[in-house]
Nanobody, 120 residues
Framework: QVQLQESGPGLLKPSQTLSLTCTVS??????????WSWVRQPPGKGLEWMAC???????YYSPSLKSRTSISRDTSKNQFTLQLTSMTPEDTAVYYC????????????WGQGTQVTVSS
């Protein structure tokens, strides 16, 4: 029923800012008790939770990324977005958006993921 689709640039240069959008269909991002997260997976590594926005608009961030991460939403478009500043090659990863019952919890719906590569 619920589908999530990531969109945004696939290639950035060091120091640039990443902006990704997750478009949700089949369900509202304002539905009570759901949380909407951004998660990434560098090549050969595990999943890293980055940020989350709740159904009421409250935001939460990974301590290691908080200083350069921002999550927001557009309820009229049923979308939420990720901004990550000061990109470096270590930020190269597949980026996913996902829905869950809480920030960092097991997600029941995931986007297909989008590859983001940081290179000069």
């Amino acid at each position: 029923q619920v589908q999530l689709q990531e969109s945004g640039p696939g290639l950035l240069k060091p120091s640039q800012t990443l902006s990704l959008t997750c478009t949700v269909s089949g369900g509202s991002i304002t539905t009570n008790d759901y949380y909407w997260s951004w998660v990434r997976q560098p090549p050969g590594k595990g999943l890293e939770w980055m940020a989350c926005i709740s159904y009421s608009g409250n935001t939460y961030y990974s301590p290691s990324l908080k200083s350069r991460t921002s999550i927001s939403r557009d309820t009229s478009k049923n979308q939420f977005t990720l901004q990550l500043t000061s990109m470096t090659p270590e930020d190269t990863a597949v980026y996913y958006c996902a829905r869950g019952g809480g920030c960092g919890r097991v997600s029941d719906y995931w986007g297909q993921g989008t590859q983001v590569t940081v290179s000069s």
